[in-house]
């Protein structure tokens, strides 16, 4: 099972882009990374899912490096209403599970 | 809205007691998840059933328990509670087992007193 690590905290100016990055040296080769949303006292909400390179949606954007040992979710321009945890998940094949880490805080200022 | 139904929303009961959690998965999604959150915790996993059938477990106590029906709804029982069990509790479903886009529920405040 692949382990994540990433920053326990952040802090950001509103309108600024953030990046978090989050490390998975032992990530298999079927696992995709996957990153969550979660407001406090509401379910986490999927952002964004990716396998190698870049992947880009309305939300956000995934980078991930040639040999896919971490992975940077980048946030265009963030705003007040981004304030949340961010979890980075890795799973792949029929044995996972869909384990959250302890994610990143993230805390967006004026 | 996740088009995850989870009920109810808050429960308030006494140590001791048993409780049920219900949850409704998005509909045509086979596999239901079920986590727990305490207070500033982070999301443990409890376990996951694909149509019907358990698929993994993970830090689940004994004295929890969980099925999933034909009609793919989800049930959590908790039972003998103790205080450390208050919690919030998400259901979250997806469509197939290894699916990593799940979708999550608003979550069951359970406070035990």
């Not at chain 2, 996740?2 to 048993?18: E, M």
Request: proline letters at 4%; aromatic letters at 10%.
């Amino acid at each position: 099972l692949a382990k994540t690590t990433q920053p326990i905290s952040m802090d950001s100016y509103e309108g600024q882009e953030v990046n978090i990055t989050c490390s998975h040296n032992n990530i298999a080769t079927n696992d995709y990374i996957t990153w969550y949303q979660q407001f406090p006292s509401q379910g986490p909400r999927f952002i964004i899912q990716g396998y190698k390179t870049k992947v880009t949606n309305e939300v956000a954007s995934l980078f991930i490096p040639a040999d896919r040992k971490s992975s940077t979710l980048s946030l265009p321009r963030v705003s007040l209403s981004d304030t949340a945890v961010y979890y980075c998940l890795v799973r792949g094949g029929t044995a996972s599970k869909l384990t959250f880490g302890t994610g990143t805080r993230l805390q967006v200022t004026l | 809205d996740s088009g995850v139904t989870q009920t109810p929303k808050h429960l308030i009961t006494a140590t001791g007691q048993r409780v049920t959690l219900r949850c409704s998965p998005r509909s045509g999604d086979l596999s239901v998840y079920w986590y727990q959150q305490s207070l500033d915790q982070g999301l443990q996993f409890l376990i996951q059933y694909y149509n019907g059938e358990e698929r993994a477990k993970g830090n689940i106590l004994e004295r929890f328990s969980a099925q999933q029906f034909p009609d793919l709804h989800s049930e959590l029982n908790l039972s003998s509670l103790e205080l450390g069990d208050s919690a919030l509790y998400f259901c979250a479903s997806s469509v197939a087992a290894e699916n990593t886009e799940a979708f999550f529920g608003q979550g069951t405040r359970l406070t035990v007193v």
